[in-house]
Protein backbone atom coordinates (compact mmCIF):
# COMPACT_ATOMS: atom_id res chain seq x y z
CA UNK A 1 0.00 0.00 0.00
CA UNK A 2 2.58 2.54 1.26
CA UNK A 3 4.53 1.80 -2.46
CA UNK A 4 1.80 2.48 -4.35
CA UNK A 5 1.14 5.49 -2.44
CA UNK A 6 4.47 6.73 -2.92
CA UNK A 7 4.39 6.09 -6.28
CA UNK A 8 1.51 8.29 -6.41
CA UNK A 9 2.77 10.74 -4.77
CA UNK A 10 5.62 11.18 -7.07
CA UNK A 11 3.23 11.18 -9.89
CA UNK A 12 1.57 14.17 -8.22
CA UNK A 13 4.74 16.42 -7.63
CA UNK A 14 5.87 16.18 -10.58
CA UNK A 15 2.52 17.23 -12.25
CA UNK A 16 2.38 19.88 -9.85
CA UNK A 17 -0.75 18.83 -8.44
CA UNK A 18 -0.92 20.14 -4.86
CA UNK A 19 -4.10 19.13 -3.66
CA UNK A 20 -3.25 15.88 -4.74
CA UNK A 21 0.30 16.21 -2.90
CA UNK A 22 -1.36 16.91 0.12
CA UNK A 23 -4.54 13.98 0.04
CA UNK A 24 -1.23 11.09 -0.30
CA UNK A 25 0.49 12.28 2.45
CA UNK A 26 -2.54 12.21 4.59
CA UNK A 27 -3.35 8.89 3.34
CA UNK A 28 0.11 7.11 4.16
CA UNK A 29 2.52 8.45 1.78
CA UNK A 30 5.64 9.13 3.23
CA UNK A 31 6.99 12.86 2.27
CA UNK A 32 10.27 11.54 2.15
CA UNK A 33 9.25 9.02 -0.96
CA UNK A 34 11.68 8.25 -3.39
CA UNK A 35 11.55 7.07 -7.26
CA UNK A 36 12.07 3.71 -7.63
CA UNK A 37 13.96 3.38 -11.51
CA UNK A 38 13.81 -0.40 -12.63
CA UNK A 39 16.58 -1.14 -15.51
CA UNK A 40 15.92 -4.48 -17.52
CA UNK A 41 18.20 -5.65 -20.22
CA UNK A 42 18.93 -8.47 -22.62
CA UNK A 43 22.32 -9.93 -21.73
CA UNK A 44 23.87 -12.67 -23.09
CA UNK A 45 25.07 -14.93 -20.91
CA UNK A 46 28.85 -16.17 -21.36
CA UNK A 47 29.22 -19.90 -21.91
CA UNK A 48 30.78 -22.61 -19.66
CA UNK A 49 33.89 -24.30 -19.29
CA UNK A 50 32.60 -27.09 -21.75
CA UNK A 51 30.88 -25.39 -23.88
CA UNK A 52 27.07 -25.66 -21.78
CA UNK A 53 24.61 -22.13 -20.67
CA UNK A 54 25.38 -19.48 -22.59
CA UNK A 55 22.26 -17.53 -24.55
CA UNK A 56 20.33 -14.55 -23.76
CA UNK A 57 18.94 -13.73 -20.39
CA UNK A 58 16.55 -11.19 -19.53
CA UNK A 59 18.26 -9.11 -16.07
CA UNK A 60 16.53 -6.39 -13.76
CA UNK A 61 17.58 -4.22 -10.96
CA UNK A 62 16.24 -1.31 -9.48
CA UNK A 63 17.63 1.69 -7.53
CA UNK A 64 15.87 4.37 -5.58
CA UNK A 65 16.74 8.12 -7.16
CA UNK A 66 14.99 11.36 -6.65
CA UNK A 67 13.07 11.73 -4.17
CA UNK A 68 9.39 13.89 -3.99
CA UNK A 69 11.20 17.01 -2.29
CA UNK A 70 14.26 16.98 -4.80
CA UNK A 71 11.71 16.60 -7.84
CA UNK A 72 9.47 18.99 -6.22
CA UNK A 73 12.41 21.62 -6.07
CA UNK A 74 14.08 21.13 -9.15
CA UNK A 75 11.04 21.44 -11.12
CA UNK A 76 10.39 24.80 -9.00
CA UNK A 77 6.90 23.80 -7.37
CA UNK A 78 6.65 25.97 -4.44
CA UNK A 79 3.68 25.00 -3.18
CA UNK A 80 4.64 21.40 -3.28
CA UNK A 81 8.10 21.80 -1.48
CA UNK A 82 6.08 23.89 1.07
CA UNK A 83 3.52 21.06 1.76
CA UNK A 84 6.05 18.48 1.92
CA UNK A 85 8.54 20.45 4.62
CA UNK A 86 5.36 20.77 6.62
CA UNK A 87 4.73 17.46 6.79
CA UNK A 88 8.12 16.57 7.55
CA UNK A 89 10.02 15.88 4.41
CA UNK A 90 14.11 15.67 5.79
CA UNK A 91 16.32 18.41 4.60
CA UNK A 92 19.56 17.66 5.60
CA UNK A 93 21.09 14.34 3.45
CA UNK A 94 23.13 14.21 0.16
CA UNK A 95 21.28 13.88 -3.15
CA UNK A 96 22.26 10.75 -4.89
CA UNK A 97 20.30 9.27 -7.80
CA UNK A 98 21.62 6.46 -10.65
CA UNK A 99 21.43 6.86 -14.55
CA UNK A 100 20.83 3.38 -16.28
CA UNK A 101 23.91 2.16 -19.16
CA UNK A 102 22.57 2.61 -22.20
CA UNK A 103 23.85 0.74 -25.40
CA UNK A 104 25.22 3.02 -27.13
CA UNK A 105 24.89 1.80 -31.03
CA UNK A 106 21.51 0.06 -30.62
CA UNK A 107 22.65 -3.27 -29.58
CA UNK A 108 19.84 -5.75 -29.34
CA UNK A 109 21.83 -7.78 -25.88
CA UNK A 110 24.30 -6.86 -23.61
CA UNK A 111 27.92 -8.26 -22.62
CA UNK A 112 27.71 -9.90 -19.10
CA UNK A 113 30.26 -7.37 -18.28
CA UNK A 114 28.42 -4.62 -19.01
CA UNK A 115 25.63 -5.70 -17.11
CA UNK A 116 27.90 -6.67 -14.20
CA UNK A 117 30.35 -3.55 -14.15
CA UNK A 118 28.18 -0.74 -15.88
CA UNK A 119 24.51 -1.13 -15.77
CA UNK A 120 24.14 1.78 -13.44
CA UNK A 121 26.49 4.02 -15.50
CA UNK A 122 26.45 7.62 -14.00
CA UNK A 123 25.46 8.82 -10.13
CA UNK A 124 24.72 12.12 -9.67
CA UNK A 125 25.02 13.66 -6.50
CA UNK A 126 25.01 17.12 -4.74
CA UNK A 127 26.13 17.54 -1.08
CA UNK A 128 22.87 18.54 0.25
CA UNK A 129 18.92 19.47 -0.85
CA UNK A 130 20.32 23.44 -0.40
CA UNK A 131 22.67 23.01 -2.85
CA UNK A 132 20.59 21.40 -5.20
CA UNK A 133 17.83 23.98 -4.41
CA UNK A 134 20.86 26.49 -5.59
CA UNK A 135 22.31 24.78 -8.61
CA UNK A 136 25.90 24.43 -6.74
CA UNK A 137 28.35 21.83 -6.10
CA UNK A 138 26.76 18.82 -8.39
CA UNK A 139 28.53 15.96 -9.51
CA UNK A 140 28.38 13.63 -11.85
CA UNK A 141 30.53 10.62 -11.86
CA UNK A 142 30.95 7.74 -14.75
CA UNK A 143 30.95 4.71 -12.49
CA UNK A 144 33.04 2.12 -14.76
CA UNK A 145 35.57 5.04 -15.79
CA UNK A 146 35.67 7.18 -13.02
CA UNK A 147 35.38 10.17 -14.98
CA UNK A 148 33.48 13.42 -12.74
CA UNK A 149 31.88 16.27 -14.28
CA UNK A 150 30.21 18.69 -12.88
CA UNK A 151 26.59 19.13 -12.82
CA UNK A 152 24.43 21.14 -13.75
CA UNK A 153 26.50 22.34 -16.72
CA UNK A 154 27.29 25.10 -17.85
CA UNK A 155 23.80 26.08 -19.23
CA UNK A 156 22.19 25.16 -16.46
CA UNK A 157 20.97 22.14 -17.53
CA UNK A 158 21.01 18.77 -15.62
CA UNK A 159 19.82 14.68 -16.29
CA UNK A 160 17.22 13.52 -14.38
CA UNK A 161 14.72 10.23 -14.03
CA UNK A 162 12.46 9.44 -16.46
CA UNK A 163 8.96 11.07 -15.00
CA UNK A 164 6.63 8.38 -13.29
CA UNK A 165 7.06 7.21 -9.42
CA UNK A 166 7.79 3.75 -10.80
CA UNK A 167 9.62 3.81 -14.00
CA UNK A 168 11.07 1.04 -16.41
CA UNK A 169 13.80 1.30 -18.75
CA UNK A 170 13.43 -1.29 -20.96
CA UNK A 171 16.61 -1.89 -22.51
CA UNK A 172 17.70 0.90 -23.30
CA UNK A 173 19.29 2.46 -26.50
CA UNK A 174 19.65 6.13 -26.52
CA UNK A 175 20.36 8.68 -23.64
CA UNK A 176 17.02 9.98 -23.63
CA UNK A 177 15.57 6.47 -22.58
CA UNK A 178 17.38 6.71 -19.57
CA UNK A 179 16.99 10.20 -18.50
CA UNK A 180 15.63 13.82 -19.28
CA UNK A 181 17.42 16.72 -19.52
CA UNK A 182 15.90 19.62 -17.65
CA UNK A 183 17.10 23.66 -17.21
CA UNK A 184 17.92 23.70 -13.48
CA UNK A 185 16.58 27.80 -12.03
CA UNK A 186 17.00 28.30 -8.94
CA UNK A 187 14.00 29.76 -6.77
CA UNK A 188 14.47 32.04 -4.18
CA UNK A 189 11.25 31.63 -2.19
CA UNK A 190 12.05 27.51 -1.71
CA UNK A 191 15.59 28.60 -0.85
CA UNK A 192 13.78 30.86 1.93
CA UNK A 193 11.39 27.41 2.85
CA UNK A 194 14.45 24.94 3.25
CA UNK A 195 16.29 27.43 5.11
CA UNK A 196 12.73 28.01 7.54
CA UNK A 197 12.76 24.37 8.26
CA UNK A 198 15.87 23.52 9.09
CA UNK A 199 18.90 23.26 5.99
CA UNK A 200 22.55 24.19 6.81
CA UNK A 201 24.64 26.74 5.30
CA UNK A 202 27.93 25.78 4.29
CA UNK A 203 30.90 27.12 2.55
CA UNK A 204 29.54 25.47 -0.60
CA UNK A 205 26.07 26.76 -0.87
CA UNK A 206 27.85 30.18 0.05
CA UNK A 207 29.95 29.77 -2.89
CA UNK A 208 27.25 28.55 -5.08
CA UNK A 209 25.00 31.96 -4.21
CA UNK A 210 28.17 34.02 -5.05
CA UNK A 211 28.27 33.05 -8.76
CA UNK A 212 24.46 33.67 -9.31
CA UNK A 213 23.76 36.93 -10.76
CA UNK A 214 21.18 37.37 -8.55
CA UNK A 215 22.34 38.43 -5.23
CA UNK A 216 18.99 37.82 -3.54
CA UNK A 217 20.15 34.40 -2.95
CA UNK A 218 23.48 34.98 -1.34
CA UNK A 219 21.79 37.84 0.55
CA UNK A 220 19.35 35.39 2.18
CA UNK A 221 21.90 33.01 3.07
CA UNK A 222 24.34 35.45 4.66
CA UNK A 223 20.67 36.81 6.50
CA UNK A 224 19.96 33.43 7.59
CA UNK A 225 23.95 33.11 9.28
CA UNK A 226 23.70 35.89 11.07
CA UNK A 227 19.87 35.50 12.62
CA UNK A 228 21.60 32.00 13.80
CA UNK A 229 24.70 33.57 15.28
CA UNK A 230 22.35 36.28 17.15
CA UNK A 231 20.08 33.87 18.14
CA UNK A 232 23.07 31.75 20.04
CA UNK A 233 24.99 34.76 21.46
CA UNK A 234 25.41 34.85 25.08
CA UNK A 235 22.59 37.25 26.41
CA UNK A 236 20.17 37.84 23.67
CA UNK A 237 16.48 36.74 24.13
Known amino acids: MSATLNAQLIDAVEDGREADVERLLEAGASPDA ?37 LAILHARVGVVRVL ?32 RMRWHWTTTFPSILAAALGCGGQAKNDYYGSK ?41 IVRLLLAHGARVTDVELEGARTNPNQEFLNVLLSHQRNIITRQSPGTT
Not at 150 to 168: C, E, F, H, K, W
Request: aromatic share 8%; net charge neutral; with cysteine.
Open 85 to 116: LENGASVDRVVERKIGYTSYFGEQKWKADEWK
Open 34 to 70: RKTVTLKAKVEMPKGLFGGGGGLEWKDDSADCESALV
Open 149 to 189: SDTPDVNGQLNISPRGGTVILNHPTKWDHACVAITLQPNVR
